[in-house]
């Protein structure tokens, strides 16, 4: 696994979210149905200070990683507003490896390392991982298995990432 400084992504994406949005608040961002790059940057600013409020018992290396994933996505977005965005650092994108497992529970998902065979998978580059975070369609996507599968893990993942 490639090691990531994560306060350095942090820094790097933050900037690049502030440089989208002095290029003009009132873009529709294309991924927020109904969100201007204004409303996207106040809700970056809002989960950092939520995060920094609120911090259960995760490490500090969560925490880090979880805000820089939080910002590329809405560097992403900001830069979407204007036709352009830019890459996602692949190694910011995989948490855990090169490969990783997501089980559907009761209640929700679990993510771990995973190599075992599953019921469907998904495949795909950096920014195509996105679709995650709710973004774009899953159709880039290499997909096997159980086609019914690979949705709901988007629709879980979109609702845990909020």
Request: hydrophobic share 45%.
């Amino acid at each position: 696994m490639t090691a990531i400084d994560y306060l350095a992504a942090l820094r790097d994406d933050g900037t690049a979210l502030a440089v989208a949005a002095g290029q003009g608040l009132d873009a529709a961002v294309p991924a927020c149905d109904g969100w201007t790059v204004a409303d996207l940057v106040l809700h970056t600013g809002t989960v950092h200070r939520h995060k920094l409020a609120h911090r259960p018992d995760q490490t500090a290396g969560f925490w880090r990683r979880r805000m820089a994933q939080e910002t590329v996505v809405h560097r992403v977005d900001a830069e979407s507003a204007r036709g352009r965005a830019g890459p996602v650092p692949a190694a910011l994108a995989a948490e855990t490896g090169d490969r990783w497992q997501v089980r559907l529970l009761p209640t929700g998902i679990e993510v771990g390392p995973g190599q075992a065979t599953a019921d469907a998978s998904a495949a795909g580059g950096a920014a195509d991982l996105l679709w995650l975070w709710g973004r774009g369609p899953a159709d880039p996507l290499g997909r096997t298995g159980d086609p019914a599968l690979v949705p709901r893990v988007r629709e879980l993942a979109a609702e845990a990432t909020q």
